[in-house]
């Protein structure tokens, strides 16, 4: 596709509950960023991908949330046992080099709700 | 610690006034900056972004920032705003080192009064 994609745009979770978001990069790009964004704040960096290569996950809150891309290509955060402090939008990003090189391409997010 | 901080949440500025959006950065040594983006219902956009040379840099939409070294700052700026700028602009920053996190600040938001 012509931009950064995720998937589902609205999720609502009841506590406790599984969730996996999906983010499809734009084609070729070998870095691909998680951010969660809580309402009124600046996006916060969960992890780093380049590749399939995970280089950073400094930025996950607790074991309970998890991120791959084994193909390098999609990506998918997965957040076990939801908590109702999870609520956000979680923004994807790629680019073709690392964050230091270029620009950065958002996805519009996926905005997560726990009841 | 690595910090960014964006002192104002929240301006209300007439259309066509001029515009300054604050930015201030705590690092061991200069990192890259950029200066972002977010309208209602998009994805964050990159306005412009500061590698090193000329420390007056030009993005797009009529944006501007200027890097001050000896004030840490990296403030954006426009000359007259239109009714489409209303949005939150995020100023952020990434060590050269490395290839890996940006890190934002907490946005500014951004009204425009008629």
């Known amino acids: 596709g012509a931009g950064v994609s995720q998937s589902p745009r609205y999720k609502v979770a009841k506590r406790g509950q599984d969730v996996a978001l999906r983010c499809d990069p734009i084609s070729g790009h070998v870095s691909l960023f998680w951010y969660q964004q809580a309402l009124g704040q600046g996006p916060e960096f969960l992890t780093y991908?380049?590749?399939?290569?995970?280089?950073?996950k400094s930025g996950l809150p607790s074991d309970r949330f998890f991120a791959e891309r084994p193909e390098g290509s999609v990506s998918t955060l997965k957040i076990q046992r939801t908590q109702q402090e999870d609520s956000a939008v979680y923004l994807c990003?790629?680019?073709?080099?690392?964050?230091?090189?270029?620009?950065?391409?958002f996805g519009e997010g996926s905005r997560l709700t726990v009841l | 610690a690595q910090s960014v901080t964006q002192p104002d949440i929240h301006i209300t500025v007439s259309e066509g006034a001029s515009l300054e959006l604050r930015c201030n950065y705590s690092?061991?040594?200069?990192?890259?900056l950029f200066w972002y983006v977010q309208s209602p219902g998009q994805g964050l956009q990159l306005l412009l972004k500061y590698f090193s040379g000329d420390t007056l840099v030009q993005g797009i939409k009529g944006f501007e920032a200027e890097f001050k070294r000896s004030q840490s700052s990296f403030n954006l700026r426009k000359p007259s705003v239109h009714w489409s700028d209303a949005a939150e602009y995020f100023c952020a920053v990434t060590p050269r080192s490395s290839a890996s996190k940006i890190i934002f600040g907490s946005g500014t938001r951004l009204s425009i009064r008629p």
């Open positions: 690092y061991g040594a200069t990192p890259y």
């Open positions: 990003a790629s680019s073709f080099g690392g964050s230091n090189t270029g620009e950065l391409f």
């Open positions: 991908f380049q590749n399939e290569a995970q280089l950073d």
